[in-house]
């Protein structure tokens, strides 16, 4: 069983429409990331996370260390969004990611 | 932060050949790291490549296969030998350093998309 796990694996929208992704994981961890992939392969970062909640522009991600698992909001969706969005931790032992096996978007103007 | 470029961006390679993947940074950091990408899937480390130390597989990698290079701070080599159609994937590199970041943050490359005929 993979130590990080992502829902949905794919996901389909209309323009403008809220977006949830979701990231459960099992281990200790002393961080937690939100990548973005788009199709040419690169990856971006979008937030790292220990505790809380974090906002930047139209993205919102939130932890629950309780419960071991993290959501990644999209308010207001646009195509530009569609992307393969990825979940990694970095566990208690050291800097090296740990990763979910990624939630692929697609926004329908 | 880091920018990480990557050479070649793309490639077209026949079975059997090699290709040696360059990644270069726009500061020093310790560590770099090189993943693999099979198509539909999510990301698998192949190594850790710090510098002035062999470099570290991970289980299921070897040596021979995915010769790693480190010369210097910015610099970083992966080499795929002997290729079948089953090493077709993204390849990724990332760096890590407290210079450029938080001791948990990677940075990552633009990748290399290999397809091996």
């Known amino acids: 069983k993979n130590e990080v796990e992502q829902s949905p694996q794919n996901l389909t929208a209309q323009e403008g429409e809220f977006i949830t992704i979701n990231c459960s994981y099992s281990?200790?961890?002393?961080?937690l990331h939100w990548l973005q992939q788009h199709p040419g392969g690169g990856i971006v970062s979008l937030f790292m996370l220990s505790s809380g909640k974090k906002k930047h522009g139209r993205l919102i991600a939130t932890i629950n260390i309780q419960e071991k698992h993290s959501s990644l909001h999209i308010t207001a969706s646009h195509p530009r969004d569609s992307a393969v969005y990825i979940c990694?931790?970095?566990?208690?032992?050291?800097?090296?990611?740990?990763f979910g096996t990624g939630t692929s978007l697609t926004v329908i103007p | 932060s880091a920018v990480i470029s990557q050479k070649p961006s793309r490639d077209i390679c026949q079975r059997g050949t090699s290709l040696t993947i360059q990644c270069q940074v726009d500061s020093q950091v310790t560590m770099m790291f090189w993943y693999r990408q099979q198509p539909g899937q999510s990301l698998t480390l192949i190594a850790t490549?710090?510098?002035?130390?062999?470099?570290?597989?991970e289980s299921g990698f070897v040596i021979d296969k995915f010769p790693i290079s480190r010369p210097n701070l910015t610099f970083s080599t992966l080499t795929v030998s002997n290729m079948s159609p089953e090493d077709s994937s993204i390849y990724l590199c990332s760096a890590s350093d407290r210079r450029i970041g938080s001791y948990n943050e990677q940075f990552f490359g633009p990748g290399t998309r290999l397809t091996v005929l």
């Open positions: 281990v200790g961890i002393s961080a």
């Open positions: 990694a931790v970095n566990k208690n032992t050291g800097n090296q990611f740990y």
């Open positions: 490549a710090n510098q002035g130390s062999e470099a570290t597989y």
